[in-house]
């Protein structure tokens, strides 16, 4: 499969050679680096892409769910656009009614007291901690391995945080996912000596794979937090797309804080965090001692009227619960042509992780869980071929649905599924 996917691509790998003297391995967002090279991709249309050697894609990745209104703006997304370029006028560097118009709805729609605006989601969770260590005066975070809050806070496994940009080494400690007695006894012991600012969490473990967090240990984590006074932190950059007013509301997690990003710019760089009036009460300039919170595009013109106008006309609550029982149907629907095989499938609403693992198991409950079962080589493998026909998921297996997918697309997936399956039946068992 390999060798056909480089015969089949000379103009990318071209492309990538040639990248690779200005960028560092021809990158510059190492997710979408892939062996032997990754495809560039020239142009999308909605919700399909098209490489550099011609080839069309329905896109299932959506930029790892920040592309969830499609590549073509959405007619009320461009008119916000081009109202902001026309009339309005880059980055003023001043205080706007913009700004001040999407704060008010998200937090309406999110249900939170406060908000403040940056530029990615990475920066809404680097904000977020940093407000919770103002407000308790402490300086230990909890968050679970697995998790993805950001290019400079990600945690693959318990207890590691080496290979992040910022050493916090000293001041996180990272258990496992979904296990409730475990993740109390480590934030117990992480809050011994008062020193324990804030637990951030995933509901949904996105990039980690796609993987819902247990209705009682989501709860169990936010008590746990309560109890010992830290902030609970509600990392919803992916999640608050899954239901109308995000993933917290309905689930009544009641996190102290939330943090937001992709699609709720609109398309463009985007990211938020907010919550309880008197912990963002931190951030406010009024007042002595405030905490700076910077940032030369936070309020950018652009990403405030298209996110404003992606979150009021086009993501509407409506929209929001129909478009994720698409994706449960999806999803139930990939769960059977699979059973029984070393493939299967995780998420929810409209996020969907697929896995390949030794003994196929449809109970992961994290990626712990199936560590050293995991089967890289057919995960790559069903990479191969899906792009080939015609499929552009991650070569880990995210797949975030775009609004606008159409059916009998999404079928031609089940249907390539299936036909793997069948083809390599002697690898899937
Ligand atoms: N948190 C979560 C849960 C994410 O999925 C991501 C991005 N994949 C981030 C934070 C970081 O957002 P950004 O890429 O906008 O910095």
Redesign the pocket.
């Known amino acids: 499969a390999e060798a056909r996917f480089i015969a089949n691509n000379p103009l990318s790998q071209k492309q990538h050679t040639l990248a690779a003297g200005s960028l560092p391995g021809g990158n510059t967002r190492s997710l979408l680096h892939t062996s032997p090279f990754p495809l560039t991709v020239n142009r999308g249309q909605g919700t399909h892409l098209w490489d550099e050697d011609g080839h069309r894609y329905l896109d299932l990745a959506g930029d ?3 592309g969830l209104l499609g590549h073509t703006p959405h007619p009320a997304v461009r008119a916000a656009l081009l109202t902001a370029l026309d009339a309005v006028g880059l980055n003023l560097g001043a205080t706007t009614v913009q700004e001040e118009r999407h704060a008010a709805l998200l937090c309406a729609r999110f249900r939170l007291e406060r908000v403040r605006m940056a530029n ?6 680097l904000h977020a901690l940093a407000g919770a260590r103002a407000f308790t005066g402490r300086r230990r975070v909890v968050v679970f391995a697995g998790g ?4 400079v ?1 990600s945690f693959p496994g318990v207890g590691e945080v080496r290979g992040n940009t910022v050493d916090v080494a000293e001041f996180v400690v990272v258990p496992r996912y979904n296990d409730l007695e475990g993740a109390k006894a480590v934030v117990q012991r992480a809050a011994a000596g008062g020193d324990l600012a804030a637990v951030l969490i ?1 509901a949904v473990q ?2 980690g794979g796609v993987i819902p967090g247990m209705e009682g240990f989501l709860r169990g984590v936010r008590e746990a937090a309560r109890a010992v006074g830290a902030v609970f932190v509600l ?5 608050s797309r899954l239901a109308p007013n995000g993933l917290g509301v309905e689930l009544g997690l009641e996190p102290d804080l939330v ?1 937001l ?2 699609y709720l710019g609109g398309g463009l ?3 938020a965090f907010g919550g309880r009036a008197d912990i963002m009460a931190v951030y406010d300039p009024r007042l002595a001692g405030s905490l700076a919170h910077s940032g030369t595009f936070n309020n950018n013109t652009l990403a405030m009227h298209t996110g404003y106008a992606a979150l009021s006309e086009v993501y509407t609550p409506e929209v929001s619960a129909v478009f994720n029982a698409k994706g449960d149907a999806l999803r139930e629907q990939l769960v059977v042509v699979a059973r029984g095989t070393r493939l299967s499938f995780t998420g929810r609403g409209s996020l969907i992780g697929l896995h390949f693992t030794e003994d196929g198991t449809e109970q992961i409950q994290s990626g712990e869980h199936i560590k050293g079962k995991e089967r890289g080589d057919l995960r790559d493998l069903f990479w191969f071929e899906m792009l080939e026909a015609g499929f552009w998921i991650t070569r880990r297996g995210f797949i975030a649905l775009m609004l606008g997918t159409p059916d009998e697309e999404l079928d031609g997936f089940i249907q390539a599924v299936s036909k793997f399956l069948d083809r390599h039946s002697d690898l899937m068992t």
Do not use: I
Not at 120 to 125: C, I, L, R, V
Not at 235 to 239: A, I, P, R, S
């Open positions: 790892l769910s920040a990615s989601g990475t920066e809404a969770n993805y809050h950001g290019g806070l995933e996105g990039a990392d919803e950059v992916m999640t943090t990003g992709k760089t985007f990211g």
